[in-house]
């Protein structure tokens, strides 16, 4: 039942060389997120896309940037990596139709990041 | 902006027993109150919801309730088994301004056998 599906699983990249993760969805949500998670805390947001509207986390370093070029894929790109951005990158989905209803979360399964 | 404070951090009980975790919100314009499960190293996985017009809601031994004018939700397990074991968030969806969940930071729950 891979509706959110997040590639790579496990992602190991150098310090200071950009990486991209990816995230696509099959359930047509509309809004589409990027979540930080490091061990066990809170998910983190970084940033999330309503339709083609990107917003920004106001504390989100610039080092994080994100496209989303359709309604299925979403991508996070870290341009320069420290070992502090070692974590667990979650993507979720959600459907928005407007005033005040809201849907929960359609999580993928994560990517791990790790910083060598 | 919404906050969503959650407690206990860490709880133990034994197999069979019930576990509550509550969490506050700030904000009294949030209408809807998602809880998730988390096993280690997968991802969360939304188990039971509550909307601001309902006071409870059930479904098999988890059940949510919502008191509005205190502002606090809080998830109540039953006949609690060794599966239960993982860390729960409740989260806080925030309309005003943009739409997105606030969580709270976390319960670590141990289900001893």
């Known amino acids: 039942d891979a509706m959110v599906i997040q590639n790579p699983r496990y992602q190991v990249t150098q310090f200071g060389k950009p990486v991209t993760l990816s995230c696509s969805q099959t359930l047509n949500h509309n809004v589409m997120y990027w979540y930080q998670q490091k061990s066990s805390q809170a998910p983190k947001l970084l940033f999330h896309y309503y339709d083609k509207d990107f917003n920004n986390e106001a504390d989100t370093p610039d080092n994080f940037q994100s496209r989303r070029p359709n309604t299925s894929f979403c991508f996070l790109d870290i341009r320069s990596p420290g070992l502090g951005d070692a974590a667990m990158y979650l993507c979720?989905?959600?459907?928005?139709?407007?005033?005040?209803?809201?849907?929960?979360?359609?999580f993928g399964s994560g990517t791990r990041l790790t910083v060598v | 902006g919404e906050n969503v404070e959650q407690h206990p951090s860490t709880l133990s009980v034994q197999e069979g027993d019930s576990a509550v975790i509550k969490c506050t919100y700030s904000?009294?314009?949030?209408?809807?109150f998602p809880w998730y499960k988390q096993e280690l190293g997968k991802r969360p996985q939304l188990i039971i919801d509550?909307?601001?017009?309902?006071g409870e809601k059930k479904d098999q031994r988890i059940a949510v309730t919502l008191n509005k004018t205190a502002k606090h939700f809080s998830l109540h397990i039953t006949e609690t088994q060794p599966e239960d074991s993982a860390v729960y968030f409740c989260a806080a969806l925030q309309t005003s301004g943009t739409y997105k969940y606030i969580f709270g930071t976390g319960t670590r729950l141990k289900v001893l056998a």
């Open positions: 509550i909307r601001s017009n309902v």
């Open positions: 979720a989905t959600s459907r928005y139709t407007g005033g005040a209803k809201g849907y929960g979360y359609t």
């Open positions: 904000d009294s314009a949030s209408n809807y």
